[in-house]
């Protein structure tokens, strides 16, 4: 059975940082890709970063680059979102997903998604 499971949300103050964590099992861990989405309330899940399965390219939205950085650790089946600076508006909740193929933000149809976890920003 495949398990994603994600860590390291809470609430927080605008300009902090977090480290989300994503331990995944029941797959080979190298050879999918991963990503991390968010979902706000009333907004549609969106695409947050990715790395491929060899940790050598990664992709970042917009609204985060130069703030985010995503890193896997492919001998510990982990994939980790570090956080700088957050916004309010990085409010939601958070979701790591793994599929064989690209992530690239054009598509959410991915193989296998977390259940979540919630970072909260108050200004």
């Known amino acids: 059975q495949v398990q994603l499971v994600e860590s390291g949300g809470g609430p927080v103050q605008a300009g902090d940082s977090l480290r989300l964590s994503c331990t995944v099992s029941?797959?080979?861990?190298?050879?999918?890709?991963m990503g991390w989405f968010r979902q706000a309330p009333g907004k549609p899940r969106e695409f947050v970063a990715s790395?491929?399965?060899?940790?050598?390219?990664?992709l970042y939205a917009d609204s985060v680059k130069g703030r985010f950085f995503c890193y896997r650790e492919n001998s510990m089946n982990t994939f980790h979102l570090s956080m700088t600076n957050l916004k309010p508006d990085d409010t939601a909740v958070y979701y790591c997903?793994?599929?064989?193929?690209?992530?690239?933000?054009?598509?959410?149809?991915?193989?296998?998604w977390g259940q979540g976890t919630q970072v909260t920003v108050s200004s």
């Open positions: 997903a793994a599929d064989q193929r690209c992530i690239t933000g054009a598509r959410v149809d991915l193989e296998y």
């Open positions: 790395i491929s399965w060899s940790g050598v390219t990664a």
């Open positions: 029941g797959l080979t861990f190298r050879d999918y890709a």
